[in-house]
């Protein structure tokens, strides 16, 4: 007997119960982030395969050894940078495009940058699907891009070994970072929020929570030599 394909009140119900059951538990309380998370489908951004998992407390795999982070991830992401409606925010690492979306909804204007050009590719479609205009996918390499901008906010979708200078440069005074640091597999999620030179020594670090996600691109530690 063929199982039924999961239908859009499915998915509405499934929603639900991942705002309810995962997010919020993991203190996610911002009513504007909850809502974000509530509304935006986010089956349109995974792909058929896996759309049956788009709820599911799991990380899904994209091309090229990429994940979709977790939805309790997104959800403390999204909380931990307070985000106004008139807040410009520039995102590493776009992947599925659906943080990409949330950032879009919550934010002025979104800058996504990502290094693989499919992932690229496909996240505009489905955020042009959406609707969501605000929100301008770069085909770029963050450790080779230039830009003399200011952020309001930067959320990192990839973890670092070290936290670069260079990003808390990209932050407006008082802008807010937030990123996952550290070895494998003990590593810390962090909110940075910059001082008024925007340099790690004038900045105030708060530790989040741990966890454990794949590096970004150029970020991983050097191999240690043991002898």
């Not at 590493?92 to 992932?119: K, N």
């Not at 955020?127 to 230039?146: C, E, G, T």
């Not at 979708?157 to 937030?178: C, H, I, S, Y």
Request: charged share 25%; with cysteine; proline share 6%.
């Amino acid at each position: 007997m063929k199982t039924a394909p999961m239908t859009t009140l499915d998915y509405a119900k499934a929603r639900e119960l991942m705002v309810e059951q995962q997010v919020r538990p993991w203190d996610v309380l911002d009513p504007r982030v909850l809502d974000v998370l509530a509304g935006l489908p986010r089956e349109a951004f995974v792909a058929e395969a896996h759309r049956n998992l788009a709820y599911t407390d799991i990380a899904l795999p994209l091309a090229h050894g990429e994940f979709m982070l977790k939805p309790v991830l997104e959800g403390r992401a999204l909380q931990a940078l307070e985000l106004d409606p008139t807040d410009d925010v520039l995102e590493i690492g776009t992947g599925s495009g659906f943080l990409s979306a949330c950032l879009g909804r919550l934010a002025r204007e979104v800058v996504s940058l990502e290094i693989h050009a499919d992932l690229a590719a496909t996240a505009r479609e489905r955020l042009a699907a959406q609707s969501i205009l605000n929100v301008q996918v770069v085909d770029a390499d963050v450790f080779s891009y230039r830009t003399d901008r200011r952020f309001n906010a930067i959320c990192v979708t990839g973890a670092v070994a070290e936290l670069p200078a260079q990003w808390l440069q990209w932050l407006q005074p008082g802008g807010r970072l937030f990123v996952v640091r550290g070895r494998s597999p003990a590593m810390e999620a962090i909110r940075v929020t910059a001082g008024e030179r925007n340099e790690v020594n004038a900045s105030r670090i708060q530790s989040l929570f741990e966890t454990d996600l794949p590096y970004l691109v150029g970020a991983a530690p050097a191999p240690a030599f043991e002898f």
